[in-house]
């Protein structure tokens, strides 16, 4: 098994239905954003590439190309608080672990 993390990019989908924006906004803003299929393409990349076969933990931009990850990932101690908050969110440690 190979794990790929994937940006999507930003998707016009109908979540904005729900922000209170005019119309006019929305509709220009609209076509800044990729459409569905157009976010998928890195998960499809990241599911049917042969290129990626033993590349496990690469990061793949909004157009399925592989890129570095931010420097700050590398940052042990930031990537353990991520962890810790990450469980206190889904309530599966209690919050007083973060405290």
Not at 25 to 34: D, I, P
Request: proline letters at 6%; a negative charge; charged letters at 25%.
């Amino acid at each position: 098994m190979q794990v790929f993390s994937v940006h999507p990019g930003v998707v016009a989908t109908n979540f904005f239905r729900h922000v209170p924006i005019p119309q006019f906004v929305a509709g220009w803003v609209k076509k800044l954003l990729l459409e569905a299929d157009e976010g998928a393409e890195s998960t499809l990349v990241a599911l049917f590439d042969e290129g990626l076969k033993g590349n496990s933990g690469t990061y793949l931009d909004e157009y399925g190309l592989p890129q570095e990850p931010n420097k700050l990932v590398q940052e042990e101690k930031l990537r353990e608080e991520l962890w810790d908050r990450s469980l206190v969110w889904a309530e599966l440690l209690p919050r007083t672990v973060m405290e």
